[in-house]
């Protein structure tokens, strides 16, 4: 992947009165990028898209494509597309009318309208759709046609404001597949709005995780779901059990927490360095870190015992809700795809364990 920059926004604000919709925003993105910003409803994402395809000014900041500011520059004349969640398709066109639209207001000779349509539907993987009217057409190959008339204008970049959000669950997941194979197709850089955190982690190079106007955290999905930043992002991307209680102890890195209902657990320190006695902490495991058995004897550093409330079926994505036997508290977790745990049931009692380092712990109150 090249390291030229195709979009550099600097100390981005759009204020609207006396509210601030987005805060001081600053990324970078690398040519040929899956961009995601992924957020709340009400967290600033799609302010922040509009003020990049130019339907917005900021009140402050700079945006940059390729080097060049956009900076006064209307919609049309940057080198943008957006595509949206409805995706205004003209039904009165065939599919490859819909394609050539923005090439004939272009005034590009006939010709060359007629191979890069060709060319577009074979790299959609629909080469025969083209005299089709869009009636015709599928949910899953509506939103391909209509990226396609996007990409065939060969933008620097495609913004998508969450584009999925009107198709089935089962379709959705099936274009989360064919989106990332159309961006590596056409080699342009994606910029994809999303609440949905799954599309976000399954589709991107990199995330920036939205949270009241300002970016928590921008990295790699595997950085966010593994080493969260701030309490927002352990507990917006992916899923955790949530304690809230202080700090009783600490040696080195480690930290002893007592919970508001009297179960202590032991954290390793990751990002709020130095968490003083008495302090207020929010400490996160998420349910693939704790383990199971049916017997007592572990070592690890935090250890619980409960029963076995709910099952959650869902495959291997199967889950337990599990009541901790002292506070009553509630606990997620994975259900292991094991025989051991293939006819676990409702009332079962379980031991529950998962080391330090497997937990996260924050400062209270730096996110909500």
Not at 244 to 255: A, F, K, L, P
Not at 317 to 324: A, C, D, P, T, Y
């Amino acid at each position: 992947m090249s390291s030229e920059i195709d979009l550099r926004a600097t100390n981005l604000c759009k204020n609207f009165d006396n509210f601030e919709a987005v805060k001081d925003v600053n990324f970078s993105i690398p040519r040929g990028s899956f961009f995601s910003i992924l957020g709340p409803s009400g967290c600033g994402k799609t302010t922040l898209l509009r003020m990049l395809a130019g339907f917005l000014e900021p009140t402050s900041g700079e945006i940059e494509i390729k080097g060049r500011s956009m900076l006064g520059i209307p919609p049309n004349k940057r080198p943008v597309n957006m595509v949206f969640q409805h995706l205004a398709l003209f039904p009165m066109m065939t599919v490859a009318e819909n394609i050539a639209y923005g090439l004939k207001r272009r005034k590009m000779k006939k010709p060359e309208i007629t191979k890069r349509v060709e060319s577009a539907l074979e790299r959609i993987g629909l080469p025969d759709v083209g005299n089709r009217s869009i009636s015709q057409l599928s949910g899953g190959q509506k939103q391909r046609i209509a990226i396609a008339r996007c990409l065939v204008l060969e933008p620097d970049v495609l913004l998508l404001d969450e584009p999925l959000g009107a198709l089935d669950l089962k379709l959705r997941e099936h274009m989360k597949i064919e989106l990332k194979k159309l961006q590596q197709a056409f080699d342009t850089t994606f910029i994809y709005i999303t609440h949905d955190q799954s599309e976000a982690m399954v589709m991107s190079d990199t995330v920036a995780v939205m949270n009241e106007g300002r970016f928590e955290q921008v990295g790699a999905p595997q950085d966010l779901y593994y080493h969260p930043q701030t309490p927002f992002v352990a507990g917006f991307v992916g899923e955790s059990n949530r304690f809230s209680g202080s700090v009783v102890n600490r040696e080195g890195e480690t930290v002893e927490v007592i919970t508001e209902s009297g179960q202590r657990f032991v954290a390793r320190e990751k990002f709020d360095k130095k968490l003083n006695s008495e302090e207020q902490v929010d400490l996160f495991v998420r349910p693939e870190m704790i383990h199971l058995s049916y017997e007592k004897g572990d070592k690890s550093d935090n250890n619980l015992s409960g029963q076995v409330e709910n099952i959650l079926f869902d495959g291997g994505n199967s889950r337990l809700l599990i009541r901790e036997q002292v506070t009553g508290a509630e606990l997620q977790v994975v259900l292991p795809q094991t025989q051991a745990f293939s006819r676990v049931k409702g009332g079962d009692e379980l031991h529950l364990c998962w080391n330090a380092e497997q937990s996260h712990v924050y400062r209270s109150g730096l996110a909500s």
